[in-house]
């Protein structure tokens, strides 16, 4: 899943990780709402189809790497 040999590079989690990051660059506020990044997300790559589930897993992969963190309000909170 994070580097597969079986399906499109675009559905990798490093690509998909790196689009995400792109986004959060790009806002102006530290934190977002999951569902908005997710719908950003879907309009910035409409050639990728992936479903929620799926995107919650690129997540998981930033929170990992220390790329992200989850707010008590359960709000994605960037940290970079």
């Given at each position: 899943m994070i580097i597969p040999t079986d399906t499109p590079p675009e559905r990798s989690m490093y690509?998909?990780?790196a689009s995400v990051v792109g986004i959060l660059k790009k806002e102006k506020a530290k934190t977002?709402?999951?569902?908005?990044?997710y719908k950003k997300f879907i309009k910035n790559?409409?050639?990728?189809?992936?479903t929620y589930n799926y995107f919650l897993y690129a997540l998981?992969?930033?929170f990992i790497l220390g790329l992200v963190e989850l707010t008590p309000q359960a709000m994605i909170k960037r940290c970079f």
């Open positions: 690509v998909i990780g977002i709402d999951p569902d908005i990044l790559n409409p050639h990728v189809k992936i998981d992969w930033l």
